[in-house]
């Protein structure tokens, strides 16, 4: 009997890579999912089964969680690591862009978790592995919405994981940091689109824009999809499996630095990096 993994986002990046990670085991069987299944034709290939999965349709979603519990019962390990990056100032960026992020970021992740419970406590045993970021445990500036999202993540993770241990249920988050995909290209674009040319933003949002593209392009401050889908794994097969799991050196760095500076003396580290606003 092998643990059914159902994984959100695989078209690419942290959750391509999870898939193809994942699917080397002879004790898990995937079900690698996506919007468009085109996307992820080459991870039959890997050995993963191929699910049609937008967490911002309900049908779809219950549709695909049916296939599943039909064939083993319930979800064994849930990943929920579809998500994006809209970027912009507070002030700046649209609502409406920032309402279909957080359908995705947070309710889409929600909604699949709730879906996948009644089966999972019905067998006494479950995993949800949530990818947040280490954006969950501090913000910079230009990414307020992006980091609302990845910190009710964090908020949601510790009272699933409360909730659902009575039953055999175990949650663990995921927080990386720089991780070379298209994320990075992605936040970009909206950053572009929410800023205004000439606005009082302007200088901020040229420095977001810098400081990201050269964090991505360096080895030191960013990794590869690859070292997510590790930790990602020992997260599905730890006896005791960690609560969080931050993702790259740099990210530790930057999480405890955080914590140990606080918010003011945060603030000042900050405005050695980026510009502040005219
Ligand atoms: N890369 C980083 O630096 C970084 C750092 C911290 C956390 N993370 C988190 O890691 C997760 C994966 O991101 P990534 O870096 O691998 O970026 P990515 O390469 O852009 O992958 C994002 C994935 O999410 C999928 N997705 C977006 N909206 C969806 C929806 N409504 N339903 C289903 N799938 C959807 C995308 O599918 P489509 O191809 O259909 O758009 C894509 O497969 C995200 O939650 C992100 O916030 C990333």
């Known amino acids: 009997m092998t643990t059914p993994v159902l994984i959100t986002g695989t078209s690419s990046g942290i959750g391509r890579a999870t898939a ?8 898990f069987t995937v079900y690698a999912t996506a919007r468009r299944l085109d996307t992820i034709a080459d991870l039959e290939e890997a050995g993963a089964r191929l699910l049609a999965l937008d967490v911002n349709d309900e049908r779809c979603m219950a549709e695909a969680v ?26 700046e960026t649209d609502l409406d862009g920032v309402r279909r992020q957080f359908e995705t970021n947070v309710f889409g992740m929600a909604r699949l978790t709730q879906l996948v419970l009644p089966a999972m406590r019905a067998a006494g045993r479950g995993r ?43 949650v663990s988050l995921i927080e990386p940091g720089l991780i070379r995909t298209a994320f990075g290209d992605t936040a970009a674009c909206t950053l ?15 420095a977001v824009d810098q400081q990201m593209a050269a964090s991505y392009r360096s080895k030191l401050l960013s990794a590869p999809a690859e070292s997510v889908a590790a930790a990602i794994e020992r997260a599905a097969t730890a006896t005791r499996p ?21 918010a003011k003396l945060f603030d000042a580290y900050l405005r050695m990096q980026f510009r502040a606003p005219r």
Do not use: C, W
Request: charged share 20%; glycine share 12%.
């Open 20 to 27: 193809v990670r994942l699917a080397r085991r002879d004790d």
């Open 66 to 91: 049916d296939t599943i519990q039909s064939q083993h019962g319930s979800v064994g390990v849930l990943v929920n690591n579809a998500g994006f990056g809209q970027y912009g100032t507070v002030e």
């Open 128 to 170: 949800v592995i949530n990818v947040g970021s280490m954006g969950g445990r501090l913000v910079f500036p230009g990414g307020g919405y992006y980091h609302a999202s990845k910190y009710a993540v964090e908020a949601l993770s510790d009272a699933l994981r409360f909730e659902t241990a009575p039953f055999g249920i175990k």
């Open 192 to 206: 572009s689109d929410a800023a205004h040319p000439a606005g009082p933003y302007d200088r901020l949002n040229t």
């Open 242 to 262: 960690r609560t969080r799991y931050v993702v790259t050196p740099a990210a530790k760095t930057l999480v405890h630095t955080r914590r140990l500076l606080g």
